[in-house]
């Protein structure tokens, strides 16, 4: 699967839910890149042993999908334009007072099936 992680955070640095249906350190890794994220930047991506952790702000939330560095960044990034839509539709507002990892039953979900159809796609 081309599309390996990706979280939900409340800014700076609660993650608020996240899927992966593989094991490793994706999680740490990106809260480390996060850091990186710099207050008026909307958009980065890093690269990291062959894998590229693609940010994206929308508002206090900021969204992430790692990806197999072959797959580009274009794909990534329309993946996270449709979570971060579909999460503000539905998921928003409990955003704002949920807890670490609080939406991960409701949230996690909707991460896995974007995931699973993005991939399909290509």
């Excluded at 996060?34 to 206090?60: A, G, M, S, V, Y």
């Amino acid at each position: 699967m081309p599309l390996i992680y990706s979280f939900v955070a409340r800014h700076p640095s609660t993650v608020l839910a996240e899927y992966t249906p593989y094991h490793g350190n994706f999680n740490t890794v990106a809260l480390e890149c996060l850091q990186h994220l710099q207050p008026d930047q909307q958009k980065l991506t890093i690269t990291c042993d062959k894998h590229t952790f693609n940010f994206l702000r929308r508002d206090e939330y900021v969204f992430l999908v790692v990806a197999d560095e072959a797959f580009g960044r274009q794909i990534p990034f329309a993946f996270l334009d449709r979570i971060s839509e579909d999460f503000a539709a539905k998921f928003a507002s409990k955003g704002k007072t949920a807890g670490a990892h609080g939406l991960d039953r409701t949230v996690g979900p909707m991460l896995k099936q974007h995931m699973v159809r993005t991939t399909c796609w290509v």
